[in-house]
């Protein structure tokens, strides 16, 4: 893993947009459906798209806290390393979150209801999480 991957991670907030965006609607009134129909619609956008979820749902078996195993692979794809020659699916979210043209997130909605799903179901917290860690 080189040094400039190592200091994207860190230096990612600062492609935070300077102004306020408008909310994001529509995606909470998509089906719950399973992580490899909530990528259908954004496959084109990344690459090796089938492997990447068929390793998510393999590492996602008896997931805790009441999720599905859509629902913790939809989490797991999203700290998937892609190799370096290609956009990880973390780093196109975030930047299409961070585009102020909102209908740029539509092919995002299953994808977001998935793993928001996932999200809300578990316990609070307190500590510090990282999205991935070598």
Do not use: C
Not at 22 to 42: M, N, T
Not at 52 to 58: F, R
Not at 83 to 106: A, C
């Amino acid at each position: 893993m080189g040094d400039g991957f190592r200091i994207h991670r860190f230096i990612d907030a600062g492609e935070e947009p300077s102004k306020l965006l408008i909310p994001i609607e529509g995606y909470e009134k998509k089906d719950l459906v399973s992580l490899k129909e909530a990528i259908e619609p954004i496959k084109n956008l990344l690459h090796n798209t089938d492997r990447m979820v068929d390793i998510a749902l393999q590492n996602s078996n008896e997931p805790p806290d009441g999720i599905t195993t859509d629902e913790s692979a939809a989490i797991h794809i999203y700290t998937i390393q892609w190799p370096d020659t290609h956009d990880s699916l973390y780093k196109l979210l975030n930047r299409t979150l961070r585009d102020e043209r909102r209908n740029e997130l539509k092919p995002w909605f299953s994808y977001l209801k998935l793993i928001l799903t996932a999200l809300y179901k578990l316990p609070p917290i307190k500590k510090t999480l990282w999205r991935a860690v070598r």
